[in-house]
């Protein structure tokens, strides 16, 4: 060390630091916006005292503009600034670690730019706005701009603008001089790297997508092109990298293609299933056999352990098992904690999640549940697990509850046809005084009474298999004009006098319009046996297959007529063929136009004498002509007496 005339302090007597000590230009070294070195030439210029460090604000009035073109010039490029307040000009060289900043009289430039570059102002003028223009549009961009210095070891980044800084979180210094591999991570995608790679080793542009992370750790998606740039003579000097957050774009399309992804799996794993339960819906010939047909079925699915299907029992309040695959319970509570009881509960899908690890949050739905509900009856619950490591996504739910329904729908077909075939029904008598019902509100409308006859098909304009259901009722107690005004005077009921017994003090009238028990109840797999409607009340006599939900059928029917009263309740076997079971064996023989016109003749009293309706009044209250009235009536007659004739029949 030795002493040099710096007004007593020391300075490192290296070659360099003696050769700045010399110049008569003032020289500065700025790092971090600290003035770290100044020779004697700036300590004399600035009124710094002694060598040490010095903040840039007291050294020069302009230290933010200072600052700021110090961060914009690139690493081993050096740039030209004019300083206010000062009477210097200087030129920043940057380094990695900070600048230089060297400093020329601006008279004796403005001088030597007169007299040398006289000539070459105006280029010189329009050379500096270009480049100025350049600049600001590098800082300015909306994407990452980076430059890379590959004659420099390990081609470190000499360059970034501000969208990289935010992009990224890196501030300047925290890059300059490092491998834009940094941004690389544990999920980056080594092909995308390795072809950036080539790309750079054999000096021409790439563009690749890949997983970067930001300085705080966290991941986003960077779109990142790479271009050489060349000099004059074509030799690459540098690298330009352009960065853009593509995080949106790249997450929506990786969620689409996660959802082609499942919904392929999905129509794979359930497309063939679909097929065969509908189909074992379809062929089953009883309940029993539907329900072990479609659990034996879904078991067979690779992605399902457990299938089974349980109904609600009121009476030990449990759900006990009808048919199930797999490892399945006899029974559980009503009120377990099992999707089976919550769907039943709710009348709604019920799903059970299981965390897959440590994590709640990342839980997949294994275990689910889907009721068995056909026209607002409960006909149990469809129960399904899935294997270990599969989990029942949304969209495969929505495909399970189409097929609970399907399987209600069956449920209920069957349920439906048994209660013309089983020998052991319920019978329960009921009453009820909803106004809404129109047999109720016409009794006390009319003070009549009305006994039910039979629910008939009500033609469409030419064509018998159109239209609704009406329903025939006697009506004693009232003449068919008060009737009428009854009728009209109630919304929504259409009454149409079909017979009008005079002599009797009767008639036969057609109902239609407000609320239908009977096909309500017959859609439930119900059989009305007798209406009779007095002093707007009607007592309902039905029969129920003994194996139906029968509470689930009177709860809905009570929810559906408020202030259903049930009467009598009991169970009874039939033996032999019923009174019913020979109309109900007559009536599959019979087509639905036979029977309606058989029913229409024998209501409206045709085989009474004399009789009081033609065949042609009977034709025209059906929109059909006579002959082909008498044509369906005589085959339903011919039929009628086959049935008698050639059947069994005991009336006990």
């Known amino acids: ?25 003032p020289v500065i070294t700025v790092t971090d916006g600290t003035v770290t070195y100044a020779n004697g030439a700036a300590r004399e210029a600035f009124d710094l005292e002694g060598t040490g460090e010095h903040a840039l604000g007291d050294v ?4 933010h503009a200072v600052a700021a073109e110090i961060n914009e010039t690139t690493v081993g490029t050096s740039r030209q600034i004019a300083l206010d307040g000062t009477q210097y000009n200087g030129r920043i060289h940057r380094a990695e670690s900070g600048a230089t900043v060297v400093f020329t009289s601006r008279v004796m430039a403005d001088s030597a730019s007169d007299t040398a570059t006289a000539t070459r102002d105006g280029q010189h003028s329009d050379l500096t706005q270009d480049r100025a223009v350049k600049e600001r549009a590098l800082e300015e961009a909306p994407v990452g701009i980076t430059i890379s210095d590959p004659d420099r070891e390990d081609n470190p980044l000499v360059y970034v603008n501000d969208a990289y800084q935010e992009i990224t979180g890196y501030s300047y210094d925290d890059v300059i001089g490092r491998n834009c591999r940094l941004l690389q991570g544990e999920d980056s ?3 995308a790297i390795a072809e950036m790679a080539v790309a750079i080793a054999e000096e021409r542009p790439v563009t690749v997508e890949l997983k970067n992370y930001r300085k705080d750790g966290t991941e986003f998606w960077n779109e990142v092109t790479i271009a050489p740039v060349r000099d004059a003579a074509g030799t690459v000097t540098h690298y330009v990298g352009f960065q853009n957050d ?34 074992a819906v379809a062929g089953a010939a009883d309940r029993s056999t539907l329900e072990r047909a479609v659990c034996d079925r879904i078991a067979a699915e690779a992605a399902y352990d457990d299938v089974w299907i349980g109904e609600r029992n009121p009476a030990t309040g449990t759900i006990d098992v009808r048919a199930g695959a797999g490892s399945t319970p006899e029974s559980i509570a009503v009120d377990a904690a099992h999707p089976a009881a919550e769907a039943l509960e709710t009348g709604e899908i019920a799903r059970k999640t299981v965390a897959t690890d440590a994590d709640a949050s990342t839980a997949e739905p294994t275990h689910a549940a889907y009721p068995l509900m056909y026209n607002e009856i409960e006909y149990g619950v469809l129960s399904v697990r899935a294997v270990s490591g599969q989990d029942i996504g949304d969209r495969e739910a929505v495909i399970f509850s189409a097929l609970a329904r399907a399987i209600a729908s069956g449920i209920n077909a069957r349920e439906t046809s048994r209660v013309l ?7 329960i008598d009921l009453e009820v005084t909803d106004s809404a019902v129109a047999p109720i509100a016409l009794s006390a409308s009319a003070d009549c009474r009305l006994e039910y006859r039979r629910s008939v098909h009500q033609p469409g304009s030419g064509d018998l298999s159109d239209g609704d259901t009406a329903t025939l009722f006697t009506v004693s107690g009232a003449s068919a004009d008060t009737l009428t005004e009854a009728a009209d005077s109630l919304s929504d009921i259409d009454c149409r006098v079909v017979v009008d017994r005079e002599d009797d003090d009767e008639c036969v009238v057609e109902l239609s319009g407000g609320d239908d028990p009977v096909s309500w109840l017959s859609e439930r797999g119900v059989r009305v046996t007798s209406i009779d409607c007095e002093d707007g009340r009607a007592r309902l006599s039905l029969e129920i297959p003994r194996s139906a939900n029968v509470r689930t059928i009177i709860d809905a029917l009570e929810e559906r007529h408020p202030g259903t009263d049930v ?31 058989l029913q229409r003749a024998y209501l409206g009293g045709y085989f009474e004498w004399p009789r009081p309706v033609t065949g042609e009044d009977l034709a025209q209250s059906m929109n059909v002509s006579r002959p082909t009235f008498h044509e369906h009536l005589r085959t339903a007659e011919a039929k009628l007496c086959r049935a008698f004739f050639d059947g069994e029949y005991n009336s006990e």
């Open 421 to 427: 075939t089983t020998d052991a029904v319920v019978a």
């Open 246 to 279: 593509i995080s949106a774009r790249k997450e929506a399309e990786l969620a689409l293609e996660d959802r082609t992804a499942e919904l392929e799996y999905l129509l794979e794993r359930v497309e063939g299933l679909v097929q065969d339960v509908t189909a």
């Open 189 to 191: 995608d080594p092909d």
């Open 1 to 25: 060390m030795t002493n040099a005339d710096t007004g007593g302090d020391t300075v490192e007597d290296s070659p360099a630091t003696a050769t700045l000590e010399r110049l008569v230009d």
């Open 60 to 63: 020069l009035e302009d230290s």
């Open 567 to 597: 009467r009598s309740f009991q169970q009874r076997d039939r033996s032999g063929e019923t009174r019913q079971e020979f109309a109900a064996r007559l009536e599959d023989e019979l087509t639905e136009r036979q029977l309606t016109v």
